[in-house]
């Protein structure tokens, strides 16, 4: 099937099967491997990527299901000149990630709770990235991180 | 990667249309509704299917709509949708607050309330809570529609009594009176539940006599489960019913019938039983009255 969609930004048009989950077309098709894919169940969160603002598990979304929608993914999150996302770069600041499979999920899953919620309380960010797992941090440099952000991206709307 | 076999997806444009091909394919086909459990499954090659018949192109059948005394959700509506939706938080806050808690974010973003009750998938805990309410599932095949309760639309674990050509269309709940409360819990170590419990109890004006009530417990067993006798030692004086909570415990796990999985031995889930519906049983009747 033929396949539109907006992927970080930029028209995309590209033929798929009904059958192509999206991690399949962002890593084989589109060379994005940014995106991970660890559990393959929906439930690790490693290959977490925004449709319509949403976070979803791209590894069993079929790619079919963006059509004609948003997608980002973390390759989209830095500004042309490599300036990294706030969330990014708190990211760095704060240590959140020692290996750093999980980060691209991560990041992805907290900048769409940040653009929903832009002042989380340490409850909502634990409840929100509860199905993000990570093996190395033991979460707290990562909820520290996403606060962190929520300051920076509140000041720089100021 | 773990790659999907191949198969053809096809878009309905009403729900006939869908019934249509879903007798057409017969077992070669399947309804698709977000594919939150059915994926996973297809992919590891428990199920095949050439042809999936994707539900959400029917226009309509996501609506969250208020009636006289239920609340009608549509199957396809989005696990988040109904989380978010104002209307639920404000007539069926317990259904709100369920929601809020399945699986995880991205679930919920993809994942369907007709999809998680049509897949009857043991530990739904939409499951539990919607048969403590007395929810109805209507189906529409090519003949016509009906109208089940939830005890008999799952009728095991992955089971359904859905026809090969029904669709499940949307889910009704009568909303609780003024009088009752409703609690949802759970306990979870793992991506799924180990034992959800609901109870919805009728207190008399006074705040001490519950006159009604209903308990059940769901993801120890095949299906969601109720028992009788649990409920008709859950009514009576607040400070007898209180002394009766161990009894009303193992009537409810004797009629669930826990298993031995992975997420506990049937003795454990026994044990939690009783720990969670006394947990519910005190929130119950701390909580304050709903003001519809």
Not at chain 2, 117 to 145: C, M, N, R, V, Y
Not at chain 2, 178 to 183: P, T
């Amino acid at each position: 099937m033929r396949l539109c969609f907006q992927l970080n930004g930029r028209p995309v048009e590209i033929e798929c099967e009904a059958a192509d989950t999206l991690a399949e077309l962002l890593r084989n098709h589109l060379n994005l491997t940014g995106t991970k894919v660890s559990c393959e169940v929906q439930v690790c969160g490693a290959c977490t990527v925004l449709v319509g603002g949403l976070p979803v598990s791209s590894c069993t979304l079929l790619a079919y299901e963006v059509r004609d929608k948003n997608v980002v993914t973390i390759e989209g999150l830095a500004q042309p000149d490599g300036t990294l996302h706030p969330i990014q770069q708190a990211f760095i600041d704060d240590f959140a990630f020692q290996c750093g499979f999980c980060t691209p999920g991560m990041i992805l899953a907290a900048k769409a709770l940040l653009d929903e919620n832009p002042k989380p309380s340490e409850d909502d960010v634990i409840h929100y990235m509860d199905g993000n797992i990570c093996r190395c941090t033991g979460y707290v440099p990562i909820v520290r991180a996403i606060q962190k952000a929520a300051e920076t991206l509140k000041e720089s709307k100021k | 990667m773990m790659p999907l076999r191949r198969f053809q997806m096809h878009q309905p444009k009403s729900v006939k249309e869908a019934a249509e091909m879903l007798a057409h394919y017969g077992e070669k086909g399947r309804l698709y509704a977000g594919g939150t459990e059915l994926l996973l499954a297809m992919k590891h090659d428990l199920l095949r299917y050439e042809h999936l018949v994707d539900v959400k192109t029917v226009p309509g059948l996501d609506k969250i709509e208020a009636q006289n005394s239920s609340l009608r959700i549509g199957s396809v509506a989005t696990h988040r949708s109904i989380e978010k939706s104002p209307l639920v938080k404000e007539r069926l806050p317990v259904m709100a607050e369920m929601t809020r808690y399945i699986a995880n974010v991205r679930v919920r973003a993809t994942g369907t309330l007709g999809g998680n009750i049509g897949f009857a998938e043991p530990h739904s805990d939409p499951a539990t809570l919607l048969l403590a309410l007395g929810a109805k599932a209507t189906l529409q095949g090519q003949t016509g529609e009906r109208s089940l309760a939830m005890n008999e639309i799952i009728v095991g674990a992955y089971e359904t009594a859905l026809a090969p050509d029904e669709i499940l269309t949307a889910i009704e709940i009568p909303l609780p009176a003024r009088s009752q409360r409703a609690i949802y819990l759970k306990f979870q170590i793992h991506e799924r539940p180990v034992l959800g419990l609901a109870l919805i109890v009728d207190v008399d004006a006074s705040g001490n006599t519950i006159t009604k009530a209903k308990a059940v417990v769901g993801a120890v067993s095949p299906a969601p489960c109720r028992s009788d006798k649990a409920d008709a030692l859950l009514v009576g004086p607040k400070d007898k019913v209180e002394k009766q909570l161990t009894d009303a415990a193992r009537a409810l796990a004797d009629a669930a019938d826990p298993v031995d999985d992975l997420e506990g031995s049937a003795e454990y889930k026994r044990h939690l039983i009783g720990v969670y519906l006394r947990r519910a049983f005190t929130q119950a009747l701390a909580s304050p009255l709903r003001n519809p």
